[in-house]
Every structure is written in structure tokens, then in C-alpha cells.
């Protein structure tokens, strides 16, 4: 039983990093111009909460996919997702 709870907490594990790894790839790509288009934050302020939300999911969360530091980081990518890629 704990072989499959354990299996599907490392997929959603990773399914999260790679959406934060995702956004922000996605980020260090887009240009300046666009983030003052969408009206949002600078795209150096994602950069630092993208680049965070990567790190502790790493090093604080250690792959835990339901640690309350992953989940906030999976929020921002997911929002940071929805506000640039949203308006493409």
C-alpha cells in the first residue's frame, strides 16, 4: 500500500517541478515588453519567485509535493502561467 502512495506522491512531485521549471524557463525567454503589456509584475520579480518556488521545492520541501512551500510555489507558476502565457 505505501509503495503506491509513495510512487504517486513522487509523480505529482515531479509533474509539479517540472510546471515550476516550466514557467520559469518560460520567463528568463519572454522579453520586458511583454510583462508591461499583461500589466503584471516585473519580469525580474517572477524571475526571483519562479527561481524560489524551484529552489524549495528542491531544498526545503525535499520533493514533497503537498509541503506548504511547494504548494505556494506550484501557485505562483500556475499565476505567473495563467497572466503571461494566458494573453500569448
Known amino acids: 500500500m505505501f509503495e503506491v502512495q509513495n510512487s504517486l506522491s513522487l509523480v505529482l512531485s515531479l509533474v509539479l517541478f517540472i510546471i515550476k521549471v516550466g514557467a520559469l524557463v518560460d520567463c528568463v525567454a519572454r522579453s520586458d515588453a511583454k510583462f508591461a503589456l499583461v500589466d503584471t ?15 524549495t521545492h528542491v531544498f526545503v520541501s525535499q520533493w514533497n ?3 506548504i512551500f511547494s504548494l505556494l510555489g506550484t501557485v505562483a507558476a500556475l499565476v505567473y502561467l495563467a497572466q503571461l502565457r494566458g494573453s500569448s
Open 41 to 55: 509584475l516585473p519580469r525580474r520579480s517572477w524571475l526571483i519567485i519562479l527561481a524560489l518556488a524551484v529552489l
Open 65 to 67: 509535493p503537498l509541503g
